[in-house]
């Protein structure tokens, strides 16, 4: 079989586990709970892309300014406006209050900036927004309209919410030569893997952040779940937040309650 093309995060046990790393064009949902690192991942999947392979990398983000996250990077002495000056990063805070077109602008920074990596940072707040705000302008409101008009039966939340995901993600998918990253908010105990508990049976790939709490400690783990079109390791591995963003602890996985053993293949 031919060898895939792969796009690396650049964090070393990560792109290991992921042999190698994400397949390209693949749609990832990372998902965890309140600050477990998404963003951090997020932003260090565009910047290492930038910086360790030239790729132009796209953030949409819906919860944090321009300001907000340029610094956040610089708080791992990442300089995001050099990147972005030097026509590598383009970041775009769409503002949910507003009730923006989402889609529509999505797509257009896509097709402009012509990013190979692209992060949304939430999907969650998106398509939240996209099922309260008026969505004359985005296809999945007139698929949800004429599916009523043809089928008129009480339609639930969930049902639109799916509706909309699908669109959604059907148009990232549709964006050529990009591997989509889109962040997602678990809460605590919730069982599925995403927000929505929808969008992991989309997506090509599930990637979890996690913290967990030991006995005596609590520690940091994230674990590919699901990835699409390539073997992988499923373990827990461990990872701290560094001063230069996230390091995963290559020599260790986390296993139960416990933190043991050594990966399998190191
Ligand atoms: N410069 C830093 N050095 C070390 N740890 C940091 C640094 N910046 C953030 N952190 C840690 O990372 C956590 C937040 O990470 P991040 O914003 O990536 O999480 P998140 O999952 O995106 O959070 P949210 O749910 O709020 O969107 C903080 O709560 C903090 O523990
Ligand atoms: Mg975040």
């Known amino acids: 079989m031919a060898e895939i093309e792969r796009v690396k995060f650049g964090i070393q046990g990560l792109d290991k586990a992921l042999n190698g790393g994400i397949p390209k064009g693949n749609l990832v949902l990372l998902s965890g709970g ?5 963003t951090t991942f997020s932003l260090q999947f565009l910047i290492n892309g930038a910086l360790l392979f030239g790729e132009k990398g796209l ?12 610094k956040a990077a610089s708080t791992f002495g990442w ?12 970041i775009r805070y769409l503002n949910i209050l507003k009730g923006d077109s989402f889609l ?16 949304i940072d939430s999907l969650t707040t998106l398509t939240d927004t996209m099922l309260v705000t ?12 004429v599916a009523e008009t043809v089928n008129p039966f009480p ?6 919410a799916k509706t909309i995901l699908y669109h959604l993600i059907g148009a990232l998918r549709d964006i050529d030569n990009a591997t989509v990253m889109l962040t997602s908010e678990l809460l605590e ?3 599925g893997l995403s927000a929505d508990a929808v969008s992991e049976f989309i997506c090509d ?3 979890i952040v996690a913290l967990r709490d030991l006995a005596r400690e609590s520690v940091r783990s994230v674990r590919v779940r699901k990835m699409r079109n390539t073997a992988h390791s499923i373990a827990s591995l461990l990872f701290d937040m560094t001063p230069s963003g996230v390091v995963v602890k290559t020599e260790t996985v986390f296993e139960g309650e416990k933190i043991s053993g050594i990966i399998p293949g190191q």
């Open 34 to 38: 309140a600050g477990t690192g998404k």
């Open 59 to 70: 953030y949409i983000s819906t919860e944090q300014s321009v300001q907000e996250l340029r």
């Open 79 to 90: 300089k995001l406006e050099d990147l972005e000056k030097a026509g590598l990063i383009r």
């Open 104 to 119: 529509k602008n999505i797509k257009v920074e896509a097709e402009d900036f012509q990013p190979k990596r692209i992060v």
């Open 134 to 145: 008026d969505l004359k302008d985005d296809i999945a409101f007139s698929v949800v309209q």
């Open 155 to 160: 339609r639930t939340e969930r049902m639109i």
């Open 189 to 191: 105990g919730e069982k």
């Open 205 to 207: 790939g599930v990637i």
